[in-house]
């Protein structure tokens, strides 16, 4: 096992890691920039490292300062979190380079499944369905084409990247043109990648994602399925495990079939395989995460295992601890992302001090946060500021307690989504579990968005 990490990320992630490696006896590195010296990761870490300003691009993307404080501090091994260079080829490898080790996929797994484009043609030989989609478009011209071949509703998407950027639902033809362009000036500004493609839109799709381990050896399990279709703006809102409505059968016929599929390219490390569900219950692989994901809370819940920890297990060589039969999924989880936006302004991101801060507690109730009283949110990153997690026997008992949970989680000094979580959770649509990826948004009069 290893003795010493770098963590290279922030906030909650950051933290979550950090106490992983405590109680496994890893000493842990904070990699962080300027803007985040008085941040509680930075305060709870063994060692810290500053990287860089508060800008990104010249901290948490800095690979040669990552690397060199990784040197440093004589880390054996880099966690990225999610976000940031998590899905990073390039850093991945050049960590492969300098014998470090990388807490994920192989640079070489991570090129064919990180891309979107190559991963459904990785999948497709393994024996996945998937939507008609094209190969990667960078011109209007090829684009176009495409388009027509496809036809109109469909989907545009950045191959590169994630976080919902650079993904745009187009319906008409004459819209074509314009979206095509201002996605792809987004996606390359952002991921230095202006490769697009186009799929088939499903009008009611559900978003289920399967969660994937696998360690060095060609051993291999999924942990279940996670349901995130409360999205906004492509990014999700809410998740939860198992899935309501969808047959239970179903979702093992999804997993068994994803595990096969990864182990099938030599994927490692901890993984998700995301799909769309249409109306009828045929499923679609859509693309992979090859990270942790910010949602990872809710299948610890339910599986009783702690994802970060197994990270660890399988990055440092370990074989896989877990067979299929091992998991057992037990109640049911909710995790709701609670960020510094307004939603009654367009979800308009905030900025401010925290002035007063009590999360709420109690049998079943899980926050992972970074937040404290007096800490001053910074404006360079995701407005990301806790997960609240619950868990209970059962579905009903576990809305009820998040909306008591809701009610009782206080951060004061600066706007936040939890009121708006307190009227989903209330939506007669959420508490049927008749939720679908354009749910928020078909639903916003009632939700009360502007």
Known sequence: MF????????????????????????????AHSEADRDSLPVQMADERICIGPGASGKSYLNIPNIIS????????????????????????????????????????????MGDKVSARKAMVEAGLPTLPGTRVLRTLAEATE?????????????VAGGGGRGIRLINHADEFERTFTVAQNEVREAFRDDGIYLERYLPKARHVEIQVLVDNYGNGVHLGERNCSCQRRNQKVIEESPTPI?????????????????????????GTLEFLVDEQNRYYFMEMNTRLQVEHPVTELVTSLDLVKEQLHIASGEPLRLRQEDIKLRGHAIECR???????????????????????GGPGVRVDSHLYTGYEIPPHY??????????????????????????????EGVTTTIPFHQRLLKHEGFISGDTYTRFIQEEAGALGIK
């Not at 404080?69 to 991945?92: K, Q, V």
């Not at 093992?252 to 595990?259: P, V």
């Not at 995701?382 to 951060?411: C, G, N, T, Y």
Request: one cysteine or more.
């Open 69 to 112: 404080a990784a040197f440093i501090s004589n880390a054996e091994a880099i966690h990225p979190g999610y976000g940031f260079l998590s899905e990073n080829t390039s850093f991945a490898q050049i960590c492969q380079d300098v014998n470090i080790t990388f807490i994920g996929p192989s640079a070489e797994v991570m090129a064919i």
């Open 3 to 30: 003795r010493k990490i770098l963590i290279a990320n922030r906030g909650e992630i950051a933290l979550r890691v950090i106490r992983a490696c405590r109680e496994m006896g890893i000493r842990s590195v904070i």
């Open 146 to 158: 495409a388009a027509r071949e496809i036809g109109f509703p469909l989907m545009l998407k950045a």
């Open 338 to 360: 609670i960020t510094a936006e307004d939603a009654d302004k367009d979800f308009r991101p905030q900025t401010g001090v925290v002035e007063n801060y009590l999360p709420p």
């Open 246 to 270: 969808l047959p239970r059968s179903l979702c093992d016929e999804m997993g068994q079939r994803a595990i096969s599929a990864v182990k099938a390219v030599g994927y490692r490390n901890a």
């Open 382 to 411: 995701d407005s990301l500021l806790a997960k609240l997690i619950v868990w209970a026997e059962d579905r009903d008992q576990a809305i009820a307690r998040m909306q008591r949970a809701l009610e009782e989680f206080v951060i």
